[in-house]
């Protein structure tokens, strides 16, 4: 047990709701699984916030709330931690999942979790309407659990980013690269920007092509940073494509959403790719 899932299990003996905080972006590869297994393991029910969803195409975010809310003891909800109205929605929301904690006795304790840089800190400085967090767009900012209150009877702990060690499986990772959850070194940009690429072609070819004034037919991830290399300039001193500048420039075009509003996964898929990595031991056993 790391030390990240140990003070969250600690910290989950004395919550009531959990707070799940997703990029709506990649609602799935941006879940720990382990949050969803401590709070099963303890019984507890669970706000899912799909956040972000200013940047994620609507059609998706509707095809996951619907997902999620047909679990038991979730409920989910598309906020936009940048819009008070949507963070005004997450208390009353809470109390309606444990109608049994009200008044000064009993109040109602909710846990903020989630990987880091979905938009925890940003959230908890809209709860609490004053800066407490520090926000940022490097991964793992806040690092020390603390509760605070959050008005009359009602408590909110901040745990650490949950991590977890190892991610399972490799779209997941290049997912969570392409939207900054994993830090910049951790991965190489230019296989980053490939992946986002095949994926980005077979969902939105249109933004693809009305962005960088491009034909995509035809064309794979690898053709597509090419392509976007030679439209940006991004050329070499010594001449040859500069594909690190290529795909720097299509990340950030993703990453800030000027590309469109992009999901990078929607519920059959993610189904499609697990159900995909489960058959592979069979295939060599
Ligand atoms: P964390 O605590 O979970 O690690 O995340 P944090 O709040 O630090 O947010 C990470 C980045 O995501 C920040 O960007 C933050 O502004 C941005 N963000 C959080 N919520 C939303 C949202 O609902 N919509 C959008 N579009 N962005 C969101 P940053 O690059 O540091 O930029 P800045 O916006 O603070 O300048």
Redesign the pocket.
């Known amino acids: 047990m790391n030390s990240a899932r140990r003070a969250f299990a600690k910290a989950l003996a004395a919550i009531d709701v959990v707070i799940e905080?997703t990029d709506a972006r990649l609602p799935g590869a941006s879940s720990n699984p382990m949050i969803e297994e401590l709070r099963h393991f303890r019984n507890r029910p669970c706000l899912k916030l799909l956040?972000?969803?200013?940047?994620a195409d609507p059609k998706a975010t509707r095809e996951w709330i619907a997902y999620y809310n047909a679990q038991p003891g979730v409920r989910a909800i598309a906020?936009?931690?940048?819009?008070p109205a949507?963070v005004e929605r997450i208390p009353v929301l809470s109390r309606q999942l444990a109608p049994h904690r009200s008044g000064a006795e009993k109040p109602l304790r909710m846990a903020l979790a989630?990987?880091?840089?979905?938009?925890?800190?940003?959230?908890?400085?809209a709860l609490l309407k004053r800066r407490v967090?520090?926000?940022?767009?490097?991964?793992?900012?806040?690092k020390s659990q603390q509760t605070l209150d959050l008005g009359p009877g009602m408590t909110l702990t901040d745990t650490p980013?949950l991590m977890w060690p190892k991610i399972e499986h490799d779209a997941d990772g290049f997912m969570l690269a392409a939207s900054?959850a994993i830090g910049r070194n951790a991965v190489i940009d230019e296989e980053v920007a490939v992946n986002l690429g095949s994926i980005l072609l077979a969902r939105y070819p249109a933004f693809i092509e009305v962005r960088y004034r491009i034909d995509v037919t035809g064309l794979d991830g690898e053709g597509l940073l090419e392509r976007i290399a030679h439209r940006r300039g991004c050329i070499r001193k010594g001449g040859g494509l500069d594909l690190e500048k290529a795909a720097n420039v299509f990340l950030v075009d993703y990453r800030s959403?000027t590309l469109g509003r992009i999901t990078l996964e929607v519920p059959e898929s993610r189904q499609q790719m697990l159900a995909a990595a489960e058959s592979v031991p069979d295939v060599l056993s």
């Not at 956040?51 to 940047?55: R, V, Y």
């Not at 989630?114 to 400085?125: A, D, E, Q, R």
């Open positions: 905080v956040n972000k969803a200013d940047l906020i936009s931690a940048k819009h949507d989630g990987i880091p840089n979905v938009g925890k800190s940003t959230l908890m400085n967090a520090k926000v940022g767009d490097e991964p793992a900012v806040t980013g900054h959403g």
